[in-house]
């Protein structure tokens, strides 16, 4: 695999590390994705101890309102995440 490819499968097997835990297996709940963010994400995301900001987040990504982020919804938040990320490297 190249580099990229190895990055991207390294998304989805973060995803799964979460969404494993708790409900369906492939469907992170909120719980879930508040875990994920907070570990995973805490130089990129801000606030996300924030209950409040949590629920935000779950909502936004959640686009089809079943109460679970699959897969698929939550792609935008990784959409989201890389944009911040780049436009970080060029404030740096
Ligand atoms: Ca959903």
Known sequence: MTKLEDHLEGIIN???Q??????HFDTLIKREL???ITKELPTILQNTKD??????IFQELDANQDGQ?????FV????KVLM???DNIHKE
């Open 51 to 56: 209950q409040a900001t949590i629920d935000k």
């Open 84 to 86: 911040t990320a780049h």
């Open 34 to 36: 508040k875990q994920l």
């Open 76 to 79: 935008a938040l990784v959409t």
């Open 18 to 23: 979460y969404s494993v835990r708790l409900g």
């Open 69 to 73: 982020v699959s897969f698929n919804e």
């Open 14 to 16: 973060v995803f799964h």
